[in-house]
């Protein structure tokens, strides 16, 4: 299905914003009520329930992928999907959790299956810079990079499982409990799984600090 296509299906079969007044009817009822009424056929209701998500979700997305437009493609799909799987939600469950699973578990899934082909546009000039030689009147790309960017290149290098965990909490605030209900995973489990991460990123972060002191100080030496 092509983005053009992507979008006006689900502008058409999920999204009625443009029904300002409808929405504004559905803007007192919780979650629940709103997926019950999304089930009975209201589009408005679905249209409430991307309305208070989708700002978060967006976020979530982007502390994945770079690329703005695959960001907003995937959102897309993600309402789509949970559009249509909603007969399936249980209603015992909270809506949020299980839309950001779907919205998870479906970034995690395009990661795998573009990882063989690029890594990500951040990460993507070491590649490139260990195929040429450096040119000591190029001043080192790195420089530029703002302290967002740093984070994410340090947190590219750990493990999806604990890279997830560490997204969730740390830049998110998402609760234990919404993470191992994101992940389908126990509470114990997250909260290992975070402590590791934290030792790890940590772990990472200083030797990065290491390398890039000791690359300044030999800057300053060659002056």
């Known amino acids: 299905m092509t983005t053009s296509t992507r979008n006006k299906a689900v502008a058409e ?64 799909e993600v309402f789509l999907r949970a559009y249509r799987r909603l007969e399936l939600f249980d209603p015992s469950r909270r809506f949020g959790p299980w839309l950001f699973q779907v919205g998870v578990n479906m970034t995690l899934d395009h990661l795998r299956k573009t990882q063989r082909r690029i890594k990500w546009s951040l990460f993507s000039q070491k590649r490139d810079e260990d195929q040429r030689t450096t040119d000591p009147a190029t001043a080192d790309p790195r420089d530029a990079l703002d302290l967002s960017q ?21 830049l998110e605030n998402f609760s234990t409990s919404e993470i191992a209900a994101i992940t389908d995973r126990k509470e114990a489990t997250i909260r290992w799984r975070l402590a590791e991460a934290r030792a790890k990123f940590q772990k990472l972060w200083t030797a990065r600090q290491q390398r890039d002191s000791i690359a300044g100080g030999a800057e300053v030496d060659n002056a």
């Open 150 to 170: 740093e984070v994410r290149s340090v947190l590219d290098q750990i493990p999806e499982k604990y890279r997830t965990v560490l997204v969730l909490r740390d």
């Open 13 to 76: 079969s999920v999204t009625t914003r443009e029904a300002v007044a409808d929405d504004r009817d559905c803007q007192g009822f919780n979650d629940a009520r709103l997926v019950e009424m999304t089930r009975e056929g209201s589009h408005e209701a679905f249209a409430e329930l991307v309305r208070r998500y989708e700002g978060r979700l967006i976020r979530v997305i982007s502390r994945f992928i770079l690329d703005p437009v695959m960001v907003e493609d995937l959102t897309q």
